[in-house]
């Protein structure tokens, strides 16, 4: 037996029945897909993006065409899967990344979808900004670099 069957085996206790395999493989797929999803991250990039664009969750189900209900619970990490679906719609209502959202919810991101540098990533957490707030984020940041000498 190779390593990687007997490492597999003794993760699943051995077991052999068809079914107690299909179990096993669930259970890891479903523990190694928590480890990598950031609920609280995804509630809060949604939120704020609704917010900029200055929407009530009533106002973003009317734009996205998802219940204000489930916004709520979606901006507030109680939705444990939530639908590639809805993730599509919320970002072309937000203008946000879709791939940022389906990497924060969880889901496998091909590596050429992803921002390739730091910049590109804050840039796309910030969605999308006014001109006022745009001169304001630099005004600020140029207070912080002048602070930080």
């Known amino acids: 037996m190779n390593d990687r069957l007997s490492n597999f085996w003794i993760q699943c206790g051995g077991r052999a029945s068809a079914s107690a395999v299909k ?5 890891q797929a479903f523990e190694r897909l928590l480890t990598h999803m950031d609920l609280s991250l995804l509630g809060k990039q949604l ?4 917010s900029a ?3 009530s969750l009533r106002e973003a ?3 996205t065409k998802v219940s204000n209900a489930y916004l709520s619970q979606l901006e507030g990490g109680k939705i444990k ?4 679906n ?6 072309e209502a937000y203008k946000l990344s879709y791939a940022m959202l389906m990497d924060y919810a969880g ?5 050429e979808a992803q921002p390739t540098s730091t910049e590109q990533r804050f840039m796309s957490r910030l969605g999308r900004t006014s001109n006022s707030e745009q001169q304001a984020l630099l005004e600020y940041l140029s207070f912080l670099r002048t602070r930080k000498r």
């Open 107 to 111: 889901y496998p991101v091909p590596a």
């Open 53 to 55: 664009l200055g929407w």
């Open 81 to 84: 899967s939530p639908s590639p």
């Open 61 to 63: 189900e009317v734009h």
């Open 86 to 91: 809805v993730l599509h719609n919320l970002s």
């Open 23 to 27: 179990d096993c493989l669930t259970s």
């Open 47 to 50: 939120r704020e993006a609704r």
